[in-house]
């Protein structure tokens, strides 16, 4: 965690960050810079402390990101069902994605991080099947747009009915929920929903923790799609595993490899998310120069925590060849055949997160993804409103 007296004077912090990515020098010199002590106004009190949760946010982003796939510990004798809500505060979308062959019957509002790799996949699900949601993108700093939920991270995903609001959470679910729904006519989403229960555990620090369930699984009343086979489900199921559980942990040590490249990666998180028309100026800058010095960091200690190899770029390639190689050897287009399946819209999703990064840049440079890239692209943007239904 940055403390707040590393961070106290914002624009020291702005100008060093900046004078460090041009000589490329090391942050050791520069964190006792900025640990010198100075007085500090009273006035100056409330944007000390926005820098300070700023910080916390991005700082904790980062440890969960750390924590993720560590060991489970006991399960609690405790299962929970994803209620719907009666009520939800009215948040005007940031922007409403339209597309005028929706079938679905669905009313969605996505709460999202433009460029979360987890989110990418949700919309690379939804905009490949042509179905119509509201954005809403989370203020990264407050978070006041989520406020209302007692699950603070994204994607968040509200589905409106006539008798409340349907919230689903993590992105697998999301997607499986979805799938299983528009395969299946003779469900409601909400019975669905129930498919997925969660599951609580103490993980090995002592803290309670939630875990859900069946979250890769497809569920279906009615009669299995023909044109599915129980092998290849788990084909798709394991893929999507590996998108979630191997390929994204590539991508921040690589994203944040150098100061510069973290800046640059932060740059363009603001120009993709709208974060000038979005947020106030001085809330921007604060994230862009602060969260690239943060996830600099982190992205060392992720190195190590999924034991990339020294230069990072190395671990990032060998994982897209390892997809393009499985692809060859399937012999399909796509991994779903002639049109892609979930594991594509996965795989597309989390890739997508870092396509204005130097490292993406690299990786089509390096590695043999491009044309199956190109073409997942041309997939999800065409918004053919693929059915999924078999009725």
């Known amino acids: 965690m940055i403390s707040l007296?590393?961070?106290?004077?914002f624009a020291t912090a702005t100008a060093l960050f900046k004078q460090m990515t041009r000589n490329n020098v090391k942050f050791k010199p520069i964190m006792r810079l900025m640990s010198t002590e100075k007085k500090v106004k009273q006035s100056g009190g409330l944007k000390i402390g926005l820098i300070g949760i700023t910080a916390g946010a991005?700082?904790?982003?980062?440890?969960?990101i750390y924590k993720l796939n560590e060991a489970r510990g006991h399960i609690i004798n405790e299962t929970m069902l994803h209620p719907i809500l009666k009520d939800m505060p009215k948040i005007e979308p940031s922007r409403r994605v339209k597309y005028p062959n929706d079938t679905s019957g669905l009313k969605l509002t996505l709460f999202q991080y433009q460029t979360c790799p987890f989110c990418c996949k949700v919309r690379a699900f939804l905009d490949y099947h042509g179905i119509s949601y509201d954005v809403v993108e989370v203020d990264p700093v407050l978070r006041q747009s989520i406020r209302w939920s007692e699950y603070k991270k994204v994607p968040i995903l509200v589905a409106s009915y006539d008798k409340g609001y349907q919230q689903i959470n993590d992105s697998s679910m999301i997607i499986s929920a979805l799938s299983s729904f528009l395969i299946d006519n003779q469900q409601t989403l909400s019975q669905v929903i129930n498919f997925y229960p969660s599951v609580s555990f103490i993980d090995d620090d002592g803290t309670k923790k939630v875990e859900i369930m069946n979250r890769y699984f497809l569920m279906f009343q009615g009669t299995v799609p023909a044109n599915r086979t129980p092998e290849d489900m788990a084909e798709e199921r394991k893929?999507?595993?590996w998108a979630?559980?191997?390929l994204v942990h590539s991508l921040s040590p690589n994203v944040y490899r150098t100061p510069t490249e973290a800046l640059q990666a932060f740059t363009w998180f603001s120009d993709v998310g709208e974060w000038e028309r979005l947020f106030p100026a001085w809330e921007r800058a604060l994230i862009v120069y602060v969260g690239a010095f943060?996830?600099?960091?982190?992205g060392k200690r992720l190195k190590s925590r999924h034991n990339l190899k020294d230069d990072v770029r190395i671990s990032l390639y060998e994982d897209c060849d390892f997809w393009v190689r499985s692809l060859k050897k399937k012999g399909t287009t796509f991994m779903g055949g002639s049109e892609p399946n979930l594991a594509d819209l996965a795989?597309?999703?989390?890739?997508?997160?870092?396509?204005g990064c130097d490292a993406f840049q690299d990786v089509l440079r390096n590695t043999k993804i491009k044309n199956w890239y190109n073409k997942m692209r041309e997939k999800v943007t065409s918004h053919q409103s693929h059915t999924l239904n078999n009725a």
């Open 5 to 9: 007296k590393s961070i106290y004077n």
């Open 58 to 64: 991005i700082g904790g982003t980062g440890y969960s």
């Open 239 to 241: 893929w999507r595993k």
């Open 244 to 246: 979630d559980t191997k």
């Open 294 to 298: 943060a996830m600099w960091i982190i």
């Open 347 to 355: 795989v597309f999703g989390v890739l997508n997160s870092i396509e």
